[in-house]
Every structure is written in C-alpha cells, then in structure tokens.
C-alpha cells in the first residue's frame, strides 16, 4: 500500500502542478506582502551602522596587516640566519 491508495479519494487523481508563470507570480505576491512586514531602519541607523562597518573593517585591515608584517619581518629573520 502507498500514499495513493491510502489518501482520501480525490486527493492526488488530477492533480496538476502549477505552472512556471503562476508559480512565479505567487512569488511575487508574497515577496511584496514580506516586504510590507519589515521594520526599516532610519536615516540615522543606517548612517551609524555605515559608520560602524567601515570603523570594524578598517579596523580587522590594520589588525591583519601588522600581524603579516610580523609573520614576515619574523620570517625573514628566520631564514637569513
């Protein structure tokens, strides 16, 4: 026995899938309606957050680049030996 002698009469006969272009409409539609449910940010929390994301990368840049300059002027003590 399978799901389709076991499911209620009717259930999976004649069922057609949707097609390309109602599916992507549906898409759509609930792509809009998700949209009107998100909280935005303002004006000044974006500009802070901006802030706060050029501040951290420039910040992880130094960091990175001070530590290969190490590993390097490291290395090369290392190797000149």
């Known amino acids: 026995m399978d799901i389709y002698t076991t499911a209620p009469k009717g259930l999976f006969l004649n069922r057609k899938k949707p ?14 309606e998700e949209m009107k449910k ?3 940010p ?3 929390e974006t500009y802070n ?4 994301v050029i501040g951290i990368s420039i ?14 002027k490291g290395l090369e003590l290392i190797i000149n030996k």
């Open 38 to 40: 998100v909280t935005w």
């Open 19 to 32: 097609k390309f272009m109602t599916k992507l409409i549906n898409y759509i539609k609930a792509s809009i």
């Open 59 to 72: 910040a992880l840049a130094a960091f990175l680049g001070s530590v290969d300059y190490l590993f390097t």
């Open 42 to 44: 303002t004006k000044k």
């Open 49 to 52: 957050y901006t802030l706060l």
